[in-house]
């Protein structure tokens, strides 16, 4: 049987009330941040979509809200009673209910490359820097060409310092602020810094064509 939404936020609440640094939030996403991290995904390339943290499913239904087949959706969420949330409100979906970084494992014995976005509600700044360190790399993995990680925070800057990125060979971004979500957040995205540059060399090569044909 589906929860209704007060059911689903009382057991998520309950659930950071026993885990408070595993579950990260004391209610979960807004409808803005949902929306925010759906808009900053890749939904419409064809390629596999992968969520972390699935919690109550607000960002699972923003992702297939902004039509993302769900048969490209893999969910991961490694708490037992929040993953049976996720089960019963989305039956035609893909969920692990697995840690992220064996789930990402696992995954990439399947499909490789065929990810164009994995889309994190971790709360990876209360996490280990080893375990992010192993989530980006096999979250890296799994990504196809251009692919990207979405991640929130409610802190001001990047949830991963610069230094451990730039040891991972990525950049991160600003893409979107979610104001009125509670608490306010942003929307981050990971690139690999060698995609991001050819990206930049690409623009630039286009603007200049554009100018040459202009004059
Ligand atoms: C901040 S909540 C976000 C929930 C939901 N995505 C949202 O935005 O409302 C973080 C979620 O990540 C899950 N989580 C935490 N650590 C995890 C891990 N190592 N592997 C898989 N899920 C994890 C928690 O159980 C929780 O559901």
Redesign the pocket.
Known sequence: MKPTRSRANWL?FR?WLRNPF????VM??GRE??NAMAEASDSDSGRFVV?????????TQALLDSGLPAERLIV????RR?YRVLAARFPEIRILN????Q?LEVLNEECHGKVGSVVS???LLS?PPE?QEQLLAESFKLLGKNGDFIQ?TYGPVSPVSQRRLGKLGLRAQKVSRARLNIPPASVWRFVRISEWLQATRDAAQRKQNRAANAA
């Open positions: 998520f659930q595993s579950i990260g939030a979960p996403s941040l949902a969520e972390l943290g699935g919690g109550t499913g607000n960002i991961i969420e490694r708490d929040l697995m840690d992220a970084v789930a509600g971790l709360p996490m375990f929130f």
